[in-house]
């Protein structure tokens, strides 16, 4: 079963710090990577998207790609109390999955004063 | 990003009702989906909604209980049939392929309806 994992949390950070954010997905053949950001009681919110393998940064965000490792990760520097939320990382799977996207479990993240 | 409203944004329905649920997007897109998201839980797909056929079902959900249509660019329904206690959760519709956007598979999300049943 195709299958996108990150660690439930919750992940703890002390403000200005960065926050690394974790995501592995088990088919190869996947093309396209997202991070999403979902508050409580909201619905999620598209961060950043990334296709090829290396570093994507928009503003305090990076997104890092390793298809050869199946790992994809989110980077927030200088982490802020509004960054508390649960990250969703989500993924293409490919071939005959056409547009759909398998989300992972969200990770808290919750960034202390 | 595209602008995506759902309709009602929440609800509170007796068991065995059904309550139909609206997403409207303020410009033509390819893609709508209909997503359900359980308390802590992740974002499940229930279908992929196309326009002017039958929707493509997850595995695990089916036309009967759960009907989609989608007549045009900017506009589908979700319906949850034959409520009970276990259909409670959030149901999100998604979006992508927006004209002159990002790639197909980018998908943008709306508020989301609130469904408790009792």
């Known amino acids: 079963q195709k299958e996108v994992e990150q660690n439930s949390g919750p992940l703890s950070v002390p403000e200005g710090a960065i926050a690394s954010l974790n995501c592995t997905y088990s088919?190869?053949?996947?093309?396209?990577f997202f991070w999403y950001r979902q508050y409580s009681g909201k619905s999620p919110e598209l961060i950043m998207s990334?296709?090829?393998?290396g570093d994507k940064e928009d503003g305090r965000f990076t997104a890092q790609l390793n298809k050869a490792s199946q790992y994809v990760s989110l980077l927030i520097r200088d982490s802020q109390p509004s960054d508390s939320a649960t990250y969703l990382c989500a993924v293409n799977m490919g071939t005959g999955g056409g547009n759909k996207l398998t989300f992972g479990t969200g990770t808290q993240l919750k960034v202390e004063l | 990003s595209a602008v995506i409203s759902q309709k009602p944004s929440r609800d509170i329905c007796q068991r065995g009702t059904s309550l139909t649920i609206q997403c409207q997007v303020d410009s033509q897109v390819t893609m709508m989906f209909w997503y359900r998201q359980q308390p802590g839980q992740s974002l499940t797909l229930i279908a992929t909604a196309n326009q002017g056929s039958e929707a493509t079902y997850e595995s695990g959900f089916v036309i009967d209980k759960f009907p989609i249509s989608r007549p045009n660019l900017t506009f589908s329904t979700l319906t949850v049939s034959n409520m009970s206690p276990e259909d409670s959760s959030i149901y999100l519709c998604s979006v992508g392929g927006l004209a002159g956007g990002p790639p197909t598979d980018t998908q943008y999300f709306g508020p989301g309806t609130r469904l408790t049943v009792l």
């Open positions: 990334i296709y090829s393998n």
């Open positions: 088919d190869r053949v996947s093309q396209s």
